[in-house]
């Protein structure tokens, strides 16, 4: 059950244990919070429901693997601030408060990954599905595929935009 629950978080650095693909962030958080509900006694970790599988008490072993996945995830995300990040990420490393700024984080990331023109899709942006679009969106549609192969088009707050997944969360460029 340890080596299930190693390779289940795909760990990149600091534990010995990797698999390919790993797990992404979103997915290790997710485990973790079940784990997490296993442990506190919540059910199955899963649903409020009990499930034989899952009902038991999580031993002091994965405990210490859940713990071991933070500091890792933790690391990871204080490493590509170090490296990457803002001068205010780095402020908001410094004083403790990575944790409080996610968004920023995810929005670096992704203006490193693929362009300053991306942005994170809000919950306050309203989106839907596209019908007959224009020819530059299609262009757009098609050169963004080049890098992105999973991209489609969208109607993002009125404009015409690609959107695609990234790290669990949905991005868009309008066009």
């Given at each position: 059950?340890?080596?299930?629950?190693?390779?289940?978080?795909?760990?990149?650095?600091?534990?010995?244990?990797?698999?390919?693909?790993?797990?992404?962030?979103?997915?290790?958080?997710?485990?973790?919070?079940?784990?997490?509900?296993?442990?506190?006694?919540?059910?199955?970790?899963?649903?409020?429901?009990?499930?034989e599988c899952y009902s038991r008490t999580v031993p002091e072993?994965?405990?210490?693997?859940?713990?071991?996945?933070?500091?890792?995830?933790?690391?990871?995300?204080?490493?590509?601030?170090?490296?990457?990040?803002?001068?205010?990420?780095?402020?908001?490393?410094?004083?403790?408060?990575?944790?409080?700024?996610?968004?920023?984080?995810?929005?670096?990331?992704?203006?490193?990954?693929?362009?300053?023109?991306?942005?994170?899709?809000?919950?306050?942006?309203?989106?839907?599905?596209?019908?007959?679009?224009?020819?530059?969106?299609?262009?757009?549609?098609?050169?963004?595929?080049?890098?992105?192969?999973?991209?489609?088009?969208?109607?993002?707050?009125?404009?015409?935009?690609?959107?695609?997944?990234?790290?669990?969360?949905?991005?868009f460029r309008c066009v």
């Open positions: 059950m340890i080596q299930f629950i190693k390779n289940l978080f795909g760990f990149k650095k600091d534990l010995p244990t990797n698999i390919d693909p790993p797990l992404s962030e979103m997915e290790r958080e997710c485990w973790l919070l079940r784990v997490d509900n296993v442990r506190k006694g919540s059910g199955d970790g899963f649903n409020n429901g009990a499930t072993e994965i405990t210490v693997l859940v713990l071991q996945a933070r500091v890792a995830l933790r690391k990871e995300r204080e490493d590509w601030v170090r490296n990457y990040g803002s001068s205010r990420l780095k402020k908001a490393l410094d004083c403790g408060l990575l944790g409080a700024s996610l968004h920023l984080y995810y929005t670096e990331v992704l203006h490193k990954e693929l362009g300053s023109e991306w942005r994170l899709l809000e919950e306050i942006d309203i989106c839907r599905e596209i019908s007959n679009p224009s020819e530059s969106a299609l262009d757009a549609l098609k050169l963004t595929r080049e890098k992105l192969p999973k991209a489609c088009l969208a109607i993002v707050c009125g404009n015409e935009a690609v959107t695609t997944t990234f790290q669990h969360r949905t991005a």
